[in-house]
């Protein structure tokens, strides 16, 4: 059985189309779906869409139509963590939507029918995920285009809550204020991004294993816009290949 690999944005996903081995394109669902094979293993490579319903349509699809094994989601994502930075790379233990608020009917962040704010990624593929992401990391910032002074710390891979919604966190005082909310009632959120939330919870319907990692962009501020658009055109597929290329190798 194939594994799905999931992107938002062409640029995070182009170089893994350019290496895919016996390539077949299709379209389902008005979206184009790449089949064929990344170091010897069946892939089906697809991007979500940006936001949540685009992002859980492509996830069903794979599901019900393409019969994936277990879905991988790459992409880029605005830190929110203490001590997590630009060219860090954070893989999800968990999700939450940040946006999700139905009190007072459910608490806030509780999502209806499920009776939890949060979903778990799947322990044994994130596992895996994690040590490519380290292995990513360990191998050199440098070689992905990412450039520090000599005052800076080295890039670090996060493991943690992850929150997804359907805005782009792009001011500090939306960042700071974000955070705390979450915080104040036990979520310490690490990054903020707007799908991966939606794919858990396809996941969690269907059965299917589920894991996701993200590249901080930006610090989710002020700068953000700005940071985005250069690091997702310089960086992020490099990064995207590099860490699936490896998690294929141990699956």
Known sequence: MSTAILSALTEEQSSLVE??????????????????????R???????????VA???????????????????????????????????????????HDMDASPLFPRWEL?????????????????????????????????????????????????????????VSTAAESIQLRAALRSAGHDVLAVEMEGAAVAQVCQDYGLPFAAVRTISDRA???????FALFVQTVASRYAEHMVQTLLQKL
């Open 55 to 97: 992002a859980a349509t492509t996830a069903t699809a794979l599901i019900e139509h393409f019969g994936v094994a277990r879905i991988v989601f790459t992409g880029v994502a605005g830190g929110v963590g203490d001590g997590v930075n630009v060219g860090d790379v954070v893989v999800a233990q968990d999700y939450i939507q």
């Open 112 to 168: 209806p029918g499920y009776a939890r704010s949060r979903l778990s990624c799947d322990p044994a593929l994130t596992a895996l995920l994690l040590e490519a992401a380290k292995a990513c990391v360990a191998g050199g910032s440098s070689q992905f285009g990412l450039k520090k002074s000599p005052d800076q710390v080295p890039h670090r891979v996060h493991h943690g809550l992850v929150a997804s919604g359907d805005r782009f």
């Open 19 to 40: 290496h895919l081995a016996h390539p077949q394109r299709v379209m389902h669902a008005g979206r184009a779906f790449w089949r064929g094979e990344l170091n010897d």
């Open 221 to 227: 501020d002020d700068t953000a816009h700005g940071d």
């Open 42 to 52: 069946r892939v089906v490579l697809a991007l979500s869409g940006i936001g949540k």
